[in-house]
């Protein structure tokens, strides 16, 4: 028992190229220790004949034996000896830590209405008092009725839409409720009310079935 733990996958170095298997690189592990170069480069032979015969349709491309002489390359780690037919090309993989993406880490007051409401509104307070500008408050005040409605099931009164501007933009668009302009979006899904039993439970699927129902 302890001798099948010991020589465990998970305890085993980790497969180059999967698709051969570890006999395969177990057998090229053995051709690197082979004292003799003539006799390294005979072995490397053979087990391309024998990659060959595994793997028939590689046949199918005109430079099939120099493809699986680089995976013989790939899987000894390019620290074979041997007298190679073909230019080998080592390939380095380097491996990159993507950049942060600079995630904004800052807290939603009103999580419903969603981060680039918070960017709509400070691009509405740093605007001129103008025509424009009202036009997008309203537009602004429209979505946050619109959101509240879509996942809170909420009507907001355009006072209380008034009061969350104040607090979103701290301050800078002091607008009183009776001078927005709300539009409401008819179109706007209800959440489905959770239907429940007289015990004030959620339904069970299997309450309506017959008596000799039985669950396996």
Not at 18 to 29: C, D, K, L, N, S
Not at 44 to 49: A, E, Y
């Amino acid at each position: 028992m302890d001798a099948l733990q010991v020589d465990y996958n998970t305890q085993r170095s980790p497969l180059s190229i999967a698709e051969y298997g570890r006999h395969v690189q177990e057998y090229i592990e053995h051709i690197k220790t082979l004292p003799d170069k003539e006799k390294r480069t005979s072995w490397v032979s053979n087990l391309v004949q024998i990659m060959t015969s595994l793997n028939p349709e590689i046949k199918l491309q005109a430079n099939y034996k120099e493809i699986l002489w680089g995976h013989i390359f790939h899987i000894a780690n390019y620290e074979l000896d041997v007298d190679c037919p073909y230019e080998i090309i080592q390939i380095k993989k380097e491996i990159t830590v993507p950049k942060h993406l600079g995630y904004n880490s800052n807290g939603i007051r009103f999580r419903f209405y969603g981060r680039n409401l918070q960017m709509m509104i400070d691009k509405a307070a740093e605007m001129p008092n103008s025509e424009l500008k009202q036009d997008l408050v309203n537009m602004i005040a429209s979505f946050m009725y619109n959101s509240c409605k879509a996942w809170n099931n909420e009507n907001l009164s355009n006072e209380v839409i008034a009061e969350h501007l104040n607090t979103l933009s701290k301050g800078q668009l002091k607008i009183a409720g009776d001078e927005l302009v709300v539009s409401a979006d008819t179109n706007i899904p209800l959440p489905k009310p959770v239907q429940k039993n007289n015990f004030g439970r959620k339904n069970n699927k299997n309450q309506n079935r017959g008596k000799n129902f039985r669950r396996y």
